[in-house]
C-alpha cells in the first residue's frame, strides 16, 4: 500500500525518463506528486554523454568540425560555426565577407526549421497531432532547401577553418526565395493555428510560468529567457558572422508561460524568414575561403545564437595539430535549472508541455555524472561555480 | 473546444482525402537534387594511390593497403559520413559523390565497396535504374559480410581490390 | 441458434476492428498522409496474441490478468444482447439497463488493470479513467432512458421499434456527443495520454493480455455506436430483408458515426482530465434532460415542426 504524506495524498514518484514518449532525448525527471499536482522535481542527465570533449584532442584540426557538427542533429550548424569561429580568432584569420554571409544563411535556416520543429512538439505533447504533421510537413520544405544548397539535411558539412566549402548559386537563390516566400505565409498560418485554436491556449495558458526576476537568477538563455521578457539575444549582443550588417531586435514576450514560449519562437521564425531573404538578395560577390599558414597556441571564448539560446565555446590550442581542449557549453544545460520553478505547481498532465516548452536538446548537453565509490553524485552548483561553466 | 470544426471538417475532407498526401509511396519516387552528397566511388583507373582521401577522411573509413603484391583503397560504406572531403582532396579528381542514397549494408565493417558495387551491376545505365538496382543488390546479403570484420587502417588479409 | 451467435460474434469482432482502420485512416488523410492498412487492428492483434503475458510483481495478479477477460467477455455476451442483425438480439431479450451495464465494464476493467500494474502511471491513468467515465456516462445514461420512457419499456426489441431521433433529437445530440470519450481518441484519451502517462493502465501489459485489453476497448467502441444506432435510429436500417443485408447497412452507419469520431480527433489535442468533468456535465447533459423534461411534459416539439411530413 502506498504511503500517505501529511496532506492525505498518497505518495507518488512518477518518473519521466530516462526512455519517455514526451521526451526526445533521454532525462530523468522524478517527480513527487499529489493526486494530479507536482509538489517537487528532480532531475538527471547525463545520459548522452559521448565524450566528444575527449575525442576532441585526439584528431587533427580538419576532422573536428566534422566531430563537432555531430554533437546535435538540430543545432548541428551552431556548433561548427562556433567551433570555426573560435579557430579563426586564436590564429587571426580574416573569413571573407561572402563566406560570412553564407554561414548566416544557414545559421538563420536552421533556425527557421528549428523552430517549427518545436511548434510540432509542443502539439505532439499535448495530444495535438494534427499540429504536429502540418508543421513538420512544411518543415520539409526547409530541409529539402538544406539538401539542395549542402547536400544533405543536416550535418551540412559546409563551415570549415576559414570559410565554407559549398557556394550558393544564382538558381539556388531563386529557388530559397521561392521556398521563403512560401514560408512567410505558412508561417502566418502556424500562428494563428497555434494562438487561436483552443487547444493551445487552453493547455498552454498560464502553465508553466517562468517569472523575469527567476530566469535572471537561473541563468536562463535563448528564447526560454525572452519569454519571460529578458531583453537577450546572442546575435545582437556579440554580431558574430553577418549579423553586424543587419538590425535585429530581440522578440520578447512578458508572461513566461508556455504561450509565451510559441509566441516567442513564432515571432522569431518570421524574423528570421524576413532575415534570411534580405541575406539571400544580398549576397556579396568573393572568394569563399582563405588559406591560413599554422593555427598558433592560443584561446578563445566566444558564442553563438543556437535556436535554443547562447551556446558557448571554449578552444585552447598548443602549436601541435591538435587541440589542447575544447569545452561546450549547450544553452540547453542553461535552460535545465529554469525547469524547476516552471515544474511545481502544475498538474501531472502538463508535465511534457512544459517539459518541452524550454526547447530542451540533450544531446547538446553533455553533462556527466559523476559515480565516485559506486554512488552517484550530482555535479554542484559550487563545484560549477568553481571549476567549470 | 470544437471551434472551427465544421470548418476543419470541410477542409480535411476535400483536401486530405481528394487531395495529393505528403506520404511517398515507394523510395522510387524520391528525387535527389543535383548537390547530393552520396556514396563516394572512386575511379580505378585514375587513382594514384596516394593515400591522401585515408588521412583526411573524419571517420577513418578509408583504408589504404599496401603490400609486397599490391596496393588498394577501399572506401568502408558503413563507416562514411558522406563529407566529400575525400573527393576534395584527390588530386586526379578520381573520387565522386555519387546520388546512391540507399546504403544498407548488413555489416558495418562491410568491405564491399561502392566501387566493386559499381564495377558488379554494370550492365544497366546510370540514374533512376541504378538507385533501383542498388536498392535490390543491397538485400541481398554483402557477399564478402562472411568475412571475419576486421578494424579498416589496420586491415591484413588479402581480398578483392580494386585496381 | 449456436449458428446466429456465432455469426454475431465474427461479425462484431471483424467490424469493431475495421472501425480501427478506418478511423485511423480517416485520421490520417485529415493530416495529409496516408494511413496504415485497413487491417491494421488485426495484424496488432494478432501479432499480440503471439507474444508472452508477463505478469509483473504485483499485489494483485488474479486482478491484474482477469481484467482482459473481464474486458472482452462483457463486450462479446453485450453482442449477442444488443439487436445487431435483426430486431430481435441472438439470444433473445435484449435489455436498455443490461447492455448499459455491459458497456461500463470494459472501462472497470481497465481502471482494476491499471490499478493492480504496480506502476505510478497505472494508478494515475485508472484515475483518470474513473474521472472519465462518470463525466460521459452522465449525459449517456440521461438520454438513454428518455428513449425508454418515450418508449414505454427498456427492452430492446420495443426500443428499436422506431426511429427516436426523429422524437427526441436533442438526447441523439448528447448521446452522439459522448462518442469520443467512449471511444477514448482525442480530445478524450486523457486515461491512455501517450506523451504524459506512457500507455496509463496498459502500460504493464503484454501479448494476449494486452491484445484482449484493446479487444475489449474496440469492442466497446463499436457496441457503443451500435446501440445509439439502435436506439436512435431503430427500424430505419431493417428494411431491407435478409440478415446479410441488415449487417452491411449497420456496418455502414456504424462507420459513419465513427468517421464523425476521427474528424474530432484530427482536429484538437487532449484535455485536462479537470476539463472533460465540466465539460460533459454541463452542455451534454442540459441538452438530455431538457429532452427528457420535454418529454415529460408532452412537448412534443418535433411533431409540431415536421408532422406535416408524415413523419
Known sequence: MAEVNDRGFAKLKVPIGPSHPALEEPARFLFDVEGEKVVDVDYEIGYNHRSIERLCQERPFSKIVYLVERICGICSHAHPLNHVERVEDIADIEVPERAKYIRTIYAELERIHSHMLWVGIAGEEIGYHTLFMYTWREREKVMDLFEMLSGNRVMHGCNKIGGVKWNISDEQTRSALGVLGYLDTTADKITKAVLKDSSIAERGKGVGCLSKEDAIRLGAVGPNARASGVPEDTRVMCKYAAYGDFDLEPQIAKDGDVVAQALVRLAELKQSIQLTKELFVNLPEGPLQVEYDEIPPGRSVGRVEAPRGELIHYTETNGTRFFERIKIRSPTLANIPSYVPKFIGCQVADIPIIAASIDPCFSCTDRVTVIKDGRRKIVSAQELKTGRI | ?163 | MIASIVVVLVYAFVAALLLQGIRRIVVAHSQFRKGPSIFQAFYDFFKLMGKESLTPNVTSPLLFNLAPILSVASMLFAALVIPLAASASAVGAGDLILVIYLLAIPPIALILGGSASGSPYGAIGAAREVALLIAYEAPFIVAMVTVALAAGSFQLSTISSTAWITVLPLAAVAAIWTLPAAAAVQPFDIAEAETEIVSGPYVEYSGPNLALLQLGQWLKTFLYASLIVVVFFGTAIYHFGTGINLIIEFAIIALLVSAFIAFWQATTGRTRVTRVLRYYWTIPTLLAVTDLILYVADVRYMHFLFGWAGL
Open chain 2, 1 to 163: 473546444m470544437a471551434s472551427g470544426f465544421i470548418k476543419d471538417l470541410i477542409r480535411s475532407f476535400t483536401v486530405g482525402i481528394v487531395g495529393k498526401t505528403a506520404t511517398v509511396r515507394s523510395a522510387s519516387e524520391v528525387e535527389v537534387p543535383a548537390a547530393y552528397r552520396g556514396t563516394p566511388i572512386i575511379d580505378p583507373e585514375k587513382c594514384i594511390l596516394c593515400g591522401r582521401c585515408g588521412k583526411v577522411c573524419p571517420a577513418g573509413a578509408i583504408a589504404l593497403r599496401t603490400s609486397a603484391s599490391e596496393k588498394s583503397v577501399r572506401i568502408f560504406v558503413g563507416h562514411c559520413v558522406f563529407c566529400s572531403e575525400c573527393a576534395m582532396i584527390c588530386p586526379v579528381s578520381a573520387i565522386t559523390m555519387s546520388k546512391v542514397w540507399d546504403t544498407v549494408v548488413t555489416d558495418r565493417l562491410s568491405r564491399d565497396t561502392m566501387s566493386e558495387r559499381e564495377i558488379k551491376r554494370r550492365p544497366r545505365p546510370k540514374e533512376k535504374q541504378a538507385s533501383s538496382s542498388v536498392a535490390r543488390e543491397s538485400r541481398e546479403p554483402t557477399p564478402q559480410a562472411e568475412d571475419s570484420a576486421q578494424i579498416p587502417p589496420t586491415d591484413n588479409k588479402s581480398g578483392p581490390t580494386n585496381e
